[in-house]
Structures are given as structure tokens and as C-alpha cells.
């Protein structure tokens, strides 16, 4: 069975493969377990590195999913095409977009090292940006529409569920879901982008900025604008549910890879917190007030107040190796496309910190110990 845990591996499937991805590999990225010594077209599943060029069917099958990030270089500033106050960045099919809160907008075509200006936004000030099934997706705060676009070059104005104060945007499980408050219509959902569905977040946060994240099954938002002792979950965009956490805080960061939430604050006094399944919610060790949290490829990174520099860490308590971020609070939003991390900036106002993630020529294999102490895990090859 690929890409599943039945061996105890504890990285699972950090990046949600999906089993269709292997349909045309046979059973290549298969992983097993047995006595003895590796077959001919097997390979110890330990964690090691090998070149994408020297097994290319076994990285088609499992990519990058066990391959860390590479945080040996530090980051470099790239000039956005205007001064403004950017507010959000994602990324889907090959390009980075941000946007700001005036509606201007930025794309790049080749990994965030140049970024030309796109079309502009419908007149509103926006908070954020999502992408999935094929589209682009950005919320304004206090009106009842949303904009999309395929390319960033032509917006198109979509009917929101009300003009709530929209601040927050994922996609996840086959839908987006919105967030602007615990009010009637103050959240929704849709499947593609355009038509959007309300629903009621009677419980948890209320209005006023919030930071998004999904994973396990759930979104998570919490309360960006106020310290909140609580966030709100949802499965599908529809029912709500309000979950504590130990302490009250800002949820400045909120982040998901490795099979947990991380969520981080610029509270005093409130450290990191975890959580499995974004219900039940734990205190982590975090040093410093961090403003944002990122995820990528087997790692966490914590933006702190000031900016100058950045904490990795893949366990709730173990964090690693600091690297050095550009000045400038570079903490606002981050996406992550084809190797590298672009993070936009509270302060900066033309300018974009970019890192690369990831080595051009080698990944990894996940590494799985087996259930059973007389056998030993495999990842099938060829």
C-alpha cells in the first residue's frame, strides 16, 4: 500500500499525495516490509537522498513529500512592479500571485525571481488569497463579492454569501471556505471558486482579521485582530465548532504539514501551540513572538516580530537551525511553488523575500520503521 502508515511511518503523506498519482507507475513508491535483505528493485526505506535523474519513476510517484526543506542559503528580495501594501500570495498552476489591499495584483511565471504587474481587482480593500481546482481566488472585507481569476490577468467579480468581513480564505478536501465572523452568513463555502454557499459561525471567533489554515479533514481560523481564547474549526464550510486553547492569544501564524497544526502568537506569554486534528489544542515551545508560520516540504518556519531572522522546527518541541530573513517584518503571507518560499512583507512595501527549498537534483525517500522488529521497511523503486 503506498503512501499510507501501516508501517508507522510518522511523516504519513505530509502533502496529501494522492494514490492516483502512482496509477501509471505500477507499483513504484510502494512501501513494505519483510525480513532480509532489500530485492533487487528495492531500496531500504531510511530517509535517504537519491537523484531525481537516476530513479525518475519513483519521484513521479512520491515527489517531494519526504524531501525537507534545504535552508542552507538564505533569502534574497525580489522587486514587486508597484509600491503597496501587499496583503496575500499564493500559488497554483506554475504561478505566484499576491495582491494588494487596493486590488492591484503581481504574478510570476518563473518561481517568484521576477513578477510583473496582472489585472486589476474589483474596487475593495482585500485580505487574502487562496488557490485550488484550477483557480484563484481573492476576498475583500465589508462587501458581498469575491474575484477570481485563472492567470491573474482578468478578474472576475463572484456574489459572496453577505458583505461580511471577509479575512480569510483555504482550499482544501475539493472546496474553498471563507471566513468573515461569527454572524449570520459570516462564512461559506464553494467547489469552484465562483458560486459561493453561506453558513453560520455561531461559535468560536468573532470578526475582525483572522489567519486560515487546512489540513486533517479541517479548516482552522483564529483570531488575528484580538487576544481569543478559542478557534473555530469547520469540516465542510457549513458546521462550525469552537475549540479552546491554553492560553488566550493572537493567533498570528497558523500553519499545517507533517500531520499537525502549529499555530503561533505575538502574545507575551503565549508559546507555540499544536494540534493533531485542530480540535484539541496543546502548548509547544516557541522562543521569541513570532507573526507567521509556514509550511514546506517537512518543515516549519516561524516569522518573528522583527523579521530578522527565522526558527525551522519539525516536532512540537524540537525546533532546529535559525537562518537569516531579510529586515523589514517579512511576515504578512507565504506561498510555496516549484522549490521555493516567497513570503510578502508588513512593512516593505515593494518588495517580496524568496528562498529556495529545495535541492534541484535529489530527494528523499520516506523513512519507516516496520511494526515488527525482524523486519525491515522497503520502498519499491522500479
Known amino acids: 500500500m503506498a503512501y499510507g502508515n501501516p508501517l508507522g511511518n510518522p511523516l504519513g503523506n505530509p502533502l496529501g499525495i494522492p494514490r492516483s498519482a502512482i496509477s501509471s507507475i505500477s507499483a513504484v513508491g510502494t512501501v513494505m516490509a519483510h525480513a532480509g535483505i532489500a530485492a533487487a528493485n528495492e531500496l531500504p526505506a531510511d530517509g535517504r537522498s ?63 525571481a521576477t513578477w510583473q504587474a496582472g489585472g486589476a481587482l474589483p474596487a475593495a480593500t482585500y485580505t487574502g488569497i487562496a488557490y485550488g481546482g484550477g483557480v484563484f481566488v481573492a476576498i475583500a472585507t465589508g462587501v458581498a463579492f ?163 531572522s527565522v526558527v525551522n522546527f519539525d516536532l512540537p518541541e524540537k525546533f532546529g537551525t535559525a537562518i537569516t530573513s531579510p529586515a523589514n517584518s517579512y511576515n504578512q503571507s507565504y506561498a510555496v511553488g516549484g522549490g521555493y518560499m516567497v513570503v510578502l512583507s508588513t512593512s516593505s512595501l515593494n518588495l517580496v523575500a524568496r528562498i529556495s527549498l529545495l535541492p534541484a537534483t535529489s530527494f528523499n525517500l520516506p523513512s519507516v520503521q516496520a511494526l515488527d522488529p525482524d523486519k525491515t521497511a522497503f520502498v519499491r523503486v522500479s
Open 146 to 308: 469575491s474575484a477570481s481569476t485563472n492567470d491573474g490577468a482578468v478578474w472576475t467579480q463572484r456574489v459572496m454569501p453577505s458583505a461580511a468581513a471577509w479575512s480569510s480564505i483555504a482550499y482544501g478536501g475539493g472546496r474553498f471556505v471563507a471566513f468573515g465572523g461569527n454572524i449570520a452568513n459570516g462564512a461559506g463555502y464553494s467547489l469552484d471558486g465562483i458560486a459561493w454557499v453561506a453558513s453560520n459561525n455561531t461559535a468560536g471567533i468573532g470578526t475582525g482579521q483572522s489567519r486560515m489554515a487546512y489540513g486533517s479533514g479541517r479548516f482552522v481560523v483564529g483570531d488575528l485582530s484580538n487576544n481569543s481564547a478559542y478557534v473555530s474549526s469547520t469540516a465542510d464550510g457549513v458546521v462550525w465548532t469552537s475549540s479552546a486553547l491554553p492560553t488566550a492569544r493572537r493567533v498570528t501564524g497558523l500553519a499545517y504539514g507533517n500531520g499537525f497544526f502549529v499555530a503561533t502568537s505575538n502574545t507575551t506569554g503565549a508559546a507555540a501551540t499544536y494540534s493533531w486534528d485542530g480540535l484539541s489544542w496543546f502548548s509547544g515551545t516557541a522562543t521569541g513572538l513570532n507573526l507567521l508560520a509556514a509550511f514546506a516540504f517537512g518543515r516549519f518556519f516561524l516569522f518573528p516580530v522583527t523579521g530578522q
Open 50 to 112: 537519491l537523484l531525481k535523474d537516476n530513479y525518475s519513476a519513483l519521484y513521479r510517484a512520491i515527489g517531494d513529500a519526504y524531501t525537507q526543506a534545504v535552508t542552507t542559503n538564505s533569502f534574497t528580495t525580489v522587486s514587486l512592479p508597484a509600491t503597496a501594501t501587499w496583503v496575500s500570495v499564493a500559488y497554483g498552476n506554475g504561478l505566484f500571485i499576491a495582491i494588494s489591499s487596493t486590488g492591484l495584483s503581481a504574478v510570476s511565471s518563473d518561481f517568484g
